[in-house]
């Protein structure tokens, strides 16, 4: 973060899990800084409250039991996954910085639905009048990167032995630029049906993801006995029922909701 702060990189929101958010000598840095973040913690971290008898200082756990209403709790989605929405439970309170309430700190509550003794609380410092949806989408926005880490490990990011800075960063490199090559070729075939203007009637399978050209790839640069239009074939077809899938979860989760 230092470094990126030294070459004046823009950067929107801080998000982090609570083995960072955890971490007091981080959060005090990043506000000195002036980044907005939404870092995760500990039920027992300590936050102050203005409640109804005056500020106390006490658990975001607490903090929660005391001041958060069953009426508080809102439906939002993190993100469109290929089974649909992801739906959680939030609710937000605003905390005391400094015993002060400058309104720009909040504990933010992730409950879910399914299993509502389930939480996550989060420490949030953000403008005036941010709102609970702004903070939710800045959340969502890191499970694009655990994605990218886990198609980066699929193409061999954590595959190395070596001994040296100069070999890691061999492999690391050529692991990233064949990651960039899979993610422009899955980004340029979602752009196509759009330029062409080209209708499809259901089910409609869904865009091609880097797992699934890595493994096109795989099966016509090292071709088995089967022919390219047998494989290319059945990548249709699978992604056509995952995209029925797709539709199917997405709709019963829109309806529980």
């Known amino acids: ?14 998000v982090a899990d609570s083995v960072y958010g955890n971490n007091l000598d981080l959060r005090t840095w ?10 995760a913690v500990a039920n ?9 008898d005056g500020p106390k200082l006490m658990t975001v756990k607490q903090a929660e039991q005391l001041l958060v209403k069953p009426q508080d709790w809102q439906r939002l989605s993190v993100r469109t996954g290929t089974k649909g929405p992801l739906f959680f439970d939030w609710a937000c309170l605003p905390i005391l910085h400094r015993w002060q309430d400058d309104k720009r700190h909040w504990v933010l509550i992730r409950r879910i639905p399914n299993d509502p003794t389930e939480k996550t609380y989060y420490l949030v410092f953000g403008p005036v009048g941010t709102t609970l949806e702004v903070m939710v989408k800045a959340i969502g926005a890191r499970w694009h990167i655990e994605e990218e880490f886990e ?6 990011l954590d595959h190395y032995e070596v001994r040296s800075f100069v070999g890691w960063f061999r492999h690391m490199t050529l692991v990233l630029l064949v990651l960039a090559m ?16 080209s209708n499809h009637t259901p089910p409609l399978p869904i865009p091609l993801t880097v797992p699934e050209v890595r493994r096109l790839l795989g099966r016509l640069l090292f071709p088995l006995s089967r022919s390219a239009p047998a494989v290319l074939a059945w990548s249709w077809w699978r992604r056509c029922q995952q995209g029925s899938a797709s539709a199917s979860h997405a709709k019963r989760r829109l309806n529980s909701s």
């Open 44 to 52: 027992t971290e300590e936050v102050g409250i203005m409640t109804p």
């Open 30 to 39: 990043l506000e000195d800084q002036g980044y907005w973040h939404v870092l």
């Open 151 to 156: 198609n980066g490990k699929d193409i061999g």
């Open 1 to 14: 973060m230092e470094r990126l702060h030294q070459a004046q990189v823009s950067i929107d929101w801080v």
């Open 182 to 197: 899979l993610t422009v070729v899955c980004a340029k075939e979602r752009l196509a049906p759009a330029a062409s203007g």
